[in-house]
C-alpha cells in the first residue's frame, strides 16, 4: 500500500500563503489519483482538493480560486499550493489516494489566525 507523508503545514495570517507536500512510498505513485483532505475541530474530514494521474484537477467550492493542487511524479509527491488564506482554512491537511483503502498518515496542521 501507498504511504503518505505531509508536510509544510503551520501558523499564518488570513490573506497569506502556503504550499503544503505530500511525500509518497510504497508503491507506483504515477498510476493514482491523488487528494488533500482537512478536518477542522468537531467536523468531518472533507475532500479539498484532487488531481488525477492525467493532471486534471476539481476544488471544493470553498477553496476553488484559492488553492492549486499539483504533483510532481519523478518525486512522488503531491503539492497544495494555498493562497488568500482565511481563517476557516484552519484544519489538519491530509493527501490520499481517493477511493483507496483508508490509510491516513498523520497530517499537517494548518492554522490561519490574526
Known amino acids: 500500500q501507498l504511504q503518505f507523508v505531509e508536510s509544510g503545514g503551520g501558523l499564518v495570517q488570513p490573506g497569506g500563503s502556503l504550499k503544503l507536500s505530500c511525500a509518497a512510498s510504497?508503491?507506483?505513485?504515477?498510476?493514482?489519483?491523488m487528494g488533500w483532505y482537512r478536518q477542522a475541530p468537531g467536523k468531518q474530514r472533507e475532500l479539498v482538493a484532487r488531481?488525477?494521474?492525467?493532471?486534471?484537477?476539481n476544488y471544493a467550492d470553498s477553496v476553488k480560486g484559492r488553492f492549486t493542487i499539483s504533483r510532481d511524479n519523478a518525486k512522488k509527491t503531491v503539492y497544495l499550493q494555498m493562497n488568500s488564506l482565511k481563517p476557516e482554512d484552519t484544519a489538519v491537511y491530509y493527501c490520499k489516494v481517493p477511493g483507496g483503502g483508508d490509510y491516513w498518515g498523520q497530517g499537517t496542521q494548518v492554522t490561519v489566525s490574526s
Open positions: 510504497g508503491s507506483i505513485f504515477s498510476i493514482y489519483a
Open positions: 488531481i488525477t494521474s492525467g493532471g486534471s484537477t
